[in-house]
């Protein structure tokens, strides 16, 4: 639901009511993960998806009859051999999907988790996903200081239990299901991202969804190539830095879409930026005085991704460069080199779909290798390393 902050946001101070549906767990092949939501208001309009087409219009339905009764349901779409086109997942999946009226005292708890989700302030939103029908639904607005405002319904040890398993996922940058015993003791272990497990009997199963901010792409050198770069992963839903030491090329009117633009030599910006297992390097200036001083400092730093562009030769003098700077053969394994994956790119669009390509099957589990005659899930299990799936908006 946080996915639909702004558009929600503006629901609510128009006066709207209206109901939300949430993927709380998926199981086999299914095109949205938990967190993935639709929203319907009053007047039928609707925004966002939680199974990509399979199962929409029966969600839909469901969202018009919630907002009549004012009734949280937890629904469950499968796979059906007799009509495959029916309501059903085509892709041989399901998914459970809550669904929750929007309206009276639920606005308020809801509408702060939408601000903070709108506003882009960490914070996570634990809703009763399964549990007795008076509970289903019922919200709790975890901040990462451990206060939350809200509350699930029961004993005042519940909501505190909650909010501690709701900010050890906040942590974590994580957006899943928490088991919780009907005495608000923790039931088995938290299940994220890629669903699974069945529902603890006789407890309340949590649906946790973590907002965080997005994770950044720092991309180093102010060449065309990093113009293109910019663009994917903006649209990739990145905060997009570019750096180069060179003050007539680093300009933010050449890289008008990017988050920011520095000037600073790469490896000194990078030791006062600082990074984390989120963040994705792509080192595009293959200059040894540039890259040889950076990538010695990133390669033992956390990141999730570190890519240098460069031709095979360019790669292998770098690498002995960088042997010689006492980096070790383990550290030089982080390094993704020649950066992207082989599309045969060729323009600065190409090379940056071929990084950006590269950076995803890296942050989903992926292969690079074409679906077609592949026996390899479509959905792999990777887990994300920036918590959510953004919908925003690697050389070959």
């Known amino acids: 639901m946080l996915d639909l902050a702004e558009e929600l946001t503006g629901w609510i101070e128009e006066g709207r009511e209206f109901a939300v549906a949430t993927v709380v767990a998926v199981g086999g092949s299914a095109p949205r993960g938990p967190g993935a939501a639709l929203a319907v208001d009053g007047?039928?309009?609707v925004i966002g998806s939680v199974s990509g087409g399979c199962v929409e219009g029966a969600v839909y339905d469901l969202c018009r009859e919630a907002l009549r009764t004012g009734q949280s349901v937890l629904e469950r779409f499968g796979y059906s051999d007799e009509d495959a086109f029916a309501v059903g997942l085509t892709c041989g999946g399901t998914i459970d999907v809550l669904i929750t009226p929007v309206t009276g005292p639920a606005v308020t708890v809801l509408a702060s988790a939408l601000s903070a989700g709108a506003r882009r302030e960490p914070a996570a939103l634990a809703r009763v996903a399964r549990g007795p029908a008076e509970l289903l639904g019922r919200a709790l607005l975890v901040r990462p200081d451990g206060t939350?405002?809200?509350?699930?319904?029961?004993?005042?040890?519940?909501?505190?239990?909650?909010?501690?398993?709701?900010?050890?996922?906040l942590e974590a940058g994580r957006t899943g299901t928490v088991d919780l015993s009907a005495s608000a003791a923790r039931r088995g272990s938290p299940r994220t991202e890629s669903g699974g497990g069945s529902y603890c009997p006789g407890g309340l199963t949590l649906l946790v969804e973590s907002n965080v901010p997005p994770p950044r792409m720092i991309v180093f050198g102010a060449v065309d190539f990093a113009a293109a770069l910019v663009r994917a992963g903006t649209f990739l839903g990145y905060h997009v830095t570019?750096?180069?030491?060179?003050?007539?090329?680093?300009?933010?009117?050449?890289?008008?879409?990017a988050d920011e633009v520095v000037v600073d030599w790469p490896?000194?910006?990078l030791r006062r930026t600082?990074?984390?297992?989120?963040?994705?390097?792509c080192v595009l200036t293959h200059d040894a005085k540039f890259d040889v001083p950076l990538l010695t400092a990133a390669l033992r730093m956390p990141a999730?991704?570190?890519g240098a562009m460069g031709s095979r030769r360019t790669h292998e003098d770098r690498a002995r460069r960088l042997r010689s700077e006492g980096v070790t053969e383990a550290e030089l394994a982080r390094l993704r080199s020649p950066i992207g994956l082989d599309l045969g790119a060729r323009t600065p669009e190409e090379t940056a779909l071929s990084?950006?390509?590269?950076?995803?099957?890296?942050?989903r589990g992926g292969t690079g290798l074409p679906l077609t005659g592949a026996k390899t899930p479509i959905h792999h299990d990777g887990r994300e390393h920036d918590g959510r799936e953004r919908g925003r908006r690697a050389a070959a």
């Open 43 to 45: 007047a039928g309009t």
């Open 304 to 306: 999730a991704f570190i």
């Open 148 to 169: 939350y405002e809200g509350g699930l319904g029961g004993h005042p040890d519940l909501d505190r239990v909650a909010a501690a398993e709701a900010r050890a996922l």
């Open 274 to 281: 600082g990074t984390d297992t989120r963040t994705v390097l």
């Open 242 to 257: 570019v750096c180069d030491a060179r003050p007539v090329f680093a300009t933010q009117d050449r890289f008008p879409e």
């Open 267 to 269: 490896h000194r910006y």
């Open 355 to 363: 990084i950006a390509a590269e950076i995803v099957a890296l942050r």
